[in-house]
């Protein structure tokens, strides 16, 4: 068969596949996913090149981002080894790590889960949960603090048994230890000096072309890797964590990445990042708002996903709001979500350009961006976790999970904690997420609402009783 009847048949097959879609769901139920059928090939050429599968989903809501139809698809269609990466672990509560571990353990007995998230914190350390507005900079090496390159390591040994030399991947992890531990933190240019370059290579349209899944596991004694997954689940940010130093421009802003490129993390092993693509579900608009899957940018109407976020975080005791008729603060006034967004819009100062009304829309969009960067915080629980709750605390994977954060946290860094102010750049596309470098820095924004509690210390997640989701 031709290239060109290939991806005739492609389109058609794909045309079928909508059509299916659409016929059997309403436009009301079915969320919103990528219909680009380019993007979808891009998919099918990373998995085709692919040894394993990295499946990246972000903690607060991991089901959200886990397609079943893909889990399926790799492990039985393809052959292949799926690791499912459950990133951004800062934002969530260790215990509640730890459950959804064991939950996707159960449930999809093939997935090997991997604990990722590129800029660990101590959660040991004790943190304000009203400072929503605070975020620490750390000067240094960023990305070499990574916390699961171990852990992802172990399990590409554990899949390859021998077949590839993973011994300068292991090198290269021991390396990034060693300097995050004993390096000054100077800044960048030591950072862009220490070790071998990563090799990258831009894809060009034959690396496009339609060739099939191949035969041949671990051509040329490489190991290569895909990274797949939705948008804003941070792929990019865990190809920075792996290989040290920011290769790879991360954003907020949902389809940043746009075509799929490779980077050899080591002579043995490379790394292949795919655009983020939407599956199709039958999730609420409020929540995909939320997940960061659908643009905030195109909302009309976002006061029903400040509402949503504010009946299950207390997000005018976060930041600190007053009521719009209140004339005595210590009062007890309802709250509804414009109440929510007019008294954002006040305190942060948005306003018309002609009437100089509170700029309600504008707050309200701020706001949905705070949960998506993960400052304000909604995490979900898998099923029976309220109930078993202390015994996931106790867990001795948590206590090994605290203690692993700790050491691979804030040692050795220099800190300074400010309060940002967040203006119109913050609304704009393209501005960097939370996992960003900028100019050598890593920006770490304190997690300040996820449900749960820490096991030691002060309780970061005071504010949130015990009817989260």
Known sequence: MSKEQLMSQEERSFQDYLGKIHGAYSSEKLSYFEHNLETWRQLWRVLEMSDIVLLITDIRHPVVNFPPALYEYVTGELGLALVLVLNKVDLAPPALVVAWKHYFHQHYPQLHVVLFTSFPRDP????????????????????????????????????????????????????????????????????????????????????????????????????????????????????????????????????????????????????????????????????????????????????????????????????????PEAEDPSAEHPWCAWDICEAWAEKRGYKTAKAARNDVYRAANSLLRLAVDGRLSLCFHPPGYSEQKGTWESHPETTELVVLQGRVGPAGDEEEEEEEELSSSCEEEGEEDRDADEEGEGDEETPTSAPGSSLAGRNPYALLGEDEC
């Open 124 to 323: 040991r350390t004790p943190q304000d949960p009203s400072s929503v507005l605070k975020k620490s900079r750390r000067r240094g090496r960023g990305w070499t603090r990574a916390l699961g390159p171990e852990q992802l390591l172990r399990a590409c040994e554990a899949i390859t048994v021998g077949k590839v030399d993973l011994s300068s991947w292991r090198e290269k992890i021991a390396r990034d230890v060693a300097g995050a531990t004993w390096g000054n933190g100077s800044g960048e240019e030591e950072e862009e000096e220490d070790g071998p370059a990563v090799l990258v290579e831009q894809q060009t349209d034959s690396a496009m072309e339609p060739t099939g899944p191949t035969q041949e596991r671990y051509k040329d004694g490489v190991v290569t890797i895909g990274c797949v997954g939705f948008p804003n689940v941070g792929k990019s940010s865990l190809i920075n964590g792996l290989v040290g130093r920011k290769v790879v421009s991360v954003s907020r802003t949902p389809g940043h990445t746009r075509y799929f490129q490779t980077y050899f993390l080591t002579p043995s092993v490379k790394l292949c990042d795919c655009p983020g693509l939407i599956f199709p579900s039958l999730l609420p608009r409020q929540l995909q708002v939320l997940a960061g899957i659908y643009p905030i940018a195109q909302i009309q109407e976002p006061y029903t996903a400040v509402g949503y976020l504010a009946s299950r975080i207390p997000v005018q005791a976060l930041l600190h709001l007053r009521h």
